[in-house]
């Protein structure tokens, strides 16, 4: 699904969960990465990366999410393997968009949280 209405950042192969997800506003180091993973999956497994939370929903007190730098992505459509696969090589896409990346599939969240360094 795509944001409507996207933003005028948003690149192919990038969807949104459900209608509730809130991706206007977030930063654009969070924007380039996001870009830059969603090119990535799409070369990988011919699926569009999914966006499944960003500026909205219930995080914790602090969370970097209600201040637009912060996103969570979707692993629950892949294999471990290749999550586990996609995981080492979103790694390198940290340092060019100053975020860092914390996977979340072993903490009971199959996701990976990414907000801005």
Same mark, same amino acid.
């Given at each position: 699904?795509?944001? %409507?209405?996207? @933003?005028?950042?948003? @690149?192919? /192969? !990038? #969807?949104?969960? %459900?209608?509730?997800?809130?991706? $206007? +506003? !977030? =930063?654009?180091?969070?924007?380039?990465? *996001?870009?830059? $993973?969603?090119? !990535?999956?799409?070369?990988?497994?011919?699926?569009?990366?999914?966006?499944? &939370? $960003?500026?909205? &929903?219930?995080?914790?007190?602090?969370?970097? /999410?209600?201040?637009?730098?912060?996103? =969570?992505?979707? &692993?629950? =459509? *892949?294999?471990? #393997?290749?999550?586990?696969?996609?995981?080492?090589? *979103?790694?390198? !896409?940290?340092? +060019?968009?100053?975020?860092?990346?914390? %996977? #979340?599939?072993?903490?009971? &969240? @199959? /996701?990976? /949280?990414? #907000?801005?360094?």
């Amino acid at each position: 699904m795509i944001p %409507d209405p996207a @933003p005028n950042w948003w @690149p192919e /192969h !990038l #969807e949104v969960a %459900d209608k509730a997800v809130v991706v $206007a +506003g !977030l =930063d654009p180091f969070i924007e380039a990465f *996001l870009a830059a $993973a969603a090119a !990535l999956h799409w070369t990988l497994f011919s699926l569009p990366l999914i966006v499944t &939370s $960003a500026r909205d &929903s219930i995080h914790g007190t602090g969370s970097k /999410h209600y201040v637009g730098k912060a996103a =969570d992505i979707r &692993s629950r =459509d *892949l294999t471990v #393997e290749q999550a586990n696969d996609f995981a080492q090589k *979103l790694v390198p !896409l940290q340092a +060019g968009a100053k975020v860092g990346i914390f %996977d #979340e599939r072993f903490i009971g &969240s @199959p /996701h990976w /949280h990414v #907000e801005t360094a």
